[in-house]
C-alpha cells in the first residue's frame, strides 16, 4: 500500500529545511521498504511548526512538526505513515485550532493540494469559478465582483468591481490585467504563499478578469526576491495552458487569454501600480501623475486592472459560491475575509484567514499566543512599513477598513508586525522616515527632501536639540507630507511617525502629549 505523505515547498518550510526533511523521508522509505509517494503541497501557513509534514490516513491527515531530517527515522520507527503516535504528532490537521477556528474561503486550498497539479486543483473546486464564468456574459461577471463587496487588497481598498467596469466600458484595441505580486510590506507573505502554494488559483482569477473586461494579455509582476514564486507560477501556467484554461480558446469557448510572469525591479516603489507600469514597460520605476487612471491608460497606454494577487485570488470562490456568499462575511463596507499575517515578535506567527471584524488582540493572543519573547506587546504596526502603530488600547477594534482610518490606522494588505516592550518607538519612528528617503522615487518634494529633513529632527527630538520647536517642526513636516506628496509612499510614512509620537511620548522624552497631538 503506498501512503501519501506530504512536506511543503513552501519557501517558508524550505528555509527550515523541508527539502532535505523530504529526501530524509524517501532514504528512508527505501531503506526500510516501504512505500511513500511524497507531494510538496504549499504551506498551512502554521509557521512555528514548519516543517510540517502530514501523513493521509483513513481518518484525515495527521500533523507531525516541527520535523527536522534528524527527526525522520524516529518518525518511521514511531509508525507515522499510519497516524502512530510521537512527540511531534499534532493530531488531525484540520483540529488543529489554530487552522479550525480561521475562515479560510480565499485560502480553502492551501497547504492541501499539489500546488502545480490541476488535477488537484480542479478535485478541490478548482476552475469551477471560470467555468462559471464563461456561462456569463462580461456585465454578469463584472456585476458579480461589484455585489459581493470585494475590494483591493493590495492596500488602497478600492472596489474591484468599479475598476474593472471601467475598464470593460473603454474602446481599446488591447486592454491588460495586471497583477502586482511585488509584495514589499514588512511582514506580509500571503501573496508568496499565493503563488507558491496554490498559484492556479491567481491564474483563474486573471483569467475570469479578463473575460469579464475584454484584456486578453495578463502580466503578473513577482517581487524578485521571491524566486520560488516565479518558478512554481511559471509551472502553473504551463500546466493551465495545457489543459485548455489559458490560450487562444480557453474551453473552447472562443475566450483568449495569455499570461507572462515578470520578475520586478526590486525597490518597494516599483509596488505603487503607476511604478510598476513604468518598470513592465521597462522603464525606472517612477510614479505617475494621475489622471489618467491605469483602467483608461495603463499598460502601453491601454485600458488596465491592476489588482493585488489576493484581490484576483479572492474572484474564483466569489464566482463559484456566488457574491452573497462572499459578501455574507466581514462588516461594513469590509465585505470577506482578508488572510491577515502575523510576524515580528510574536510566538505562533504565519497565515489566519478570518472574516472582517475581528480585533487585533484576537490575533495576537487567540491566535498568536503572545509575544515570542514572552514579554509584554508593546506596539504593532499593522499594514506595512507606511501603517501607523497600533496601541493596546486600540486592540479591541474591529480590524474594518473604516473602523481603522477613523483613528489614522489602515488595515492595508493586512501584515501585522509585532513589537514588544523593549522596542524604542522613536527608533522605529526614525526608521519610516529613513526608509521613505531610501525609497522615494524621487519625483515630488515633500517625499524626497522631507524624509531626510524627518530623520534629522527626530535625531534633534531624541537627542533634545530644542525638543519642544522640534516636535512642532515634525508636525508640520508630517502634515506637508500627508497633503502634499503625489503618492501613498511619502503621503503614508507619517502615519507611523505621527502614531509613534502620539502613542508613545515618553519615547521621545515627551512627559505628556504636546498640544498637537490627535
Ligand atoms: C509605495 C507603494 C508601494 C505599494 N506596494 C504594493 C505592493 O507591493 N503590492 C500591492 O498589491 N500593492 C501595492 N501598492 C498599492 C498599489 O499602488 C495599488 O493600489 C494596488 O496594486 C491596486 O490593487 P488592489 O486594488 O487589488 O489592491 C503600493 C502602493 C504604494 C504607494
Ligand atoms: S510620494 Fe515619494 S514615491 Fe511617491 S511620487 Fe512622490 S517622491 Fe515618488
Not at 456574459?137 to 467596469?165: H, M, N, T, Y
Not at 510590506?185 to 504563499?193: I, K, N, V, Y
Request: glycine residues 12%; proline residues 5%.
Amino acid at each position: 500500500m503506498t501512503t501519501t505523505v506530504y512536506v511543503p515547498r513552501d519557501s517558508a518550510a524550505l528555509a527550515v529545511g523541508a527539502d532535505r526533511v523530504a529526501r530524509q523521508i524517501e532514504a528512508e522509505a527505501i531503506a526500510r521498504k516501504v512505500d511513500v509517494r511524497i507531494v510538496r503541497n504549499g504551506s498551512r501557513g502554521l509557521f512555528w511548526l514548519e516543517t510540517l509534514v502530514e501523513v493521509a490516513t483513513p481518518e484525515g491527515r495527521v500533523a507531525y512538526g516541527p520535523v527536522t531530517r534528524a527527526d525522520v527515522a524516529g518518525l518511521f520507527d514511531a509508525s507515522f505513515l499510519s497516524g502512530g503516535a510521537h512527540a511531534l504528532n499534532l493530531g488531525l490537521t484540520d483540529e488543529i485550532p489554530y487552522l479550525k477556528k480561521q475562515e479560510r474561503l480565499t485560502f480553502m486550498r492551501m497547504g492541501m493540494t499539489d500546488p502545480v497539479s490541476v488535477a488537484d486543483y480542479e478535485a478541490h473546486e478548482g476552475f469551477a469559478g471560470l467555468r462559471r464564468a464563461l456561462t456569463l456574459a462580461p456585465a454578469e461577471i463584472v456585476q458579480q465582483v461589484l455585489d459581493s463587496g470585494l475590494r483591493g487588497r493590495g492596500g488602497a481598498a478600492f472596489p474591484a468591481g468599479i475598476k474593472w467596469k471601467t475598464v470593460l466600458a473603454a474602446q481599446a484595441p488591447q486592454k491588460y490585467i495586471v497583477c502586482n505580486a511585488d509584495e514589499g510590506d514588512s511582514g506580509t507573505f500571503s501573496d508568496r504563499m499565493t503563488m507558491e502554494g496554490d498559484p492556479l488559483m491567481l491564474v483563474e482569477g486573471m483569467a475570469i478578469a479578463g473575460i469579464a473586461t475584454g484584456a486578453t494579455e495578463g502580466y503578473i509582476y513577482v517581487r524578485s526576491e521571491y524566486p520560488h514564486a516565479i518558478a512554481t507560477l511559471n509551472e502553473a501556467i504551463r500546466h493551465a495552458e495545457q489543459a485548455g484554461f489559458l490560450g487562444d480558446d480557453i474551453l473552447g469557448s472562443g475566450h483568449r487569454f495569455r499570461l507572462t510572469v515578470r520578475k520586478a525591479a526590486g525597490a518597494y516603489v516599483c509596488g505603487e501600480e503607476t511604478a510598476l507600469l513604468e518598470s513592465l514597460e521597462g522603464r525606472r520605476g517612477i510614479v505617475r501623475a494621475k489622471p489618467p487612471l491605469p483602467a483608461l491608460q495603463g499598460l502601453f497606454g491601454q485600458p488596465t486592472v491592476i489588482n493585488n494577487v489576493i484581490t484576483l485570488a479572492s474572484v474564483p470562490i466569489i464566482l463559484s459560491r456566488g457574491a452573497d456568499f462572499y459578501k455574507n462575511y466581514g462588516m461594513g463596507r469590509s465585505r470577506g475575509t482578508l488572510p491577515f499575517q502575523l510576524a515580528g515578535n510574536i510566538r505562533q506567527g504565519g497565515l489566519v484567514e478570518k472574516a472582517f471584524g475581528l480585533t487585533l488582540r484576537e490575533l495576537l493572543y487567540d491566535f498568536g499566543g503572545g509575544s515570542a519573547s514572552g514579554r509584554p506587546i508593546k506596539a504593532v504596526q499593522v499594514g506595512g512599513p507606511l501603517g501607523a502603530y497600533v496601541p493596546e488600547a486600540q486592540w479591541d477594534l474591529p480590524l474594518d477598513y473604516e473602523a481603522y482610518a477613523a483613528v489614522g490606522a489602515v488595515v492595508g494588505h493586512g501584515g501585522i508586525v509585532v513589537h514588544d516592550d523593549t522596542a524604542d518607538m522613536s527608533q522605529l519612528a526614525r526608521y519610516a522616515m529613513e526608509f521613505c528617503a531610501i525609497e522615494s522615487c524621487g519625483k515630488c518634494t515633500p517625499c524626497r527632501i522631507g524624509s531626510t529633513r524627518g530623520v534629522e529632527v527626530i535625531d534633534k527630538i531624541t537627542s533634545n536639540q530644542n525638543r519642544p520647536q522640534q516636535v512642532i517642526l515634525l508636525r508640520d513636516l508630517c502634515d506637508t507630507m500627508l497633503h502634499g506628496s503625489l503618492c501613498a509612499m511619502g503621503g503614508m510614512t507619517p502615519y507611523p511617525v505621527l502614531s509613534a509620537i502620539n502613542h508613545y511620548p515618553e519615547d521621545f522624552g515627551i512627559e505628556a502629549p504636546d498640544r498637537f497631538a490627535a
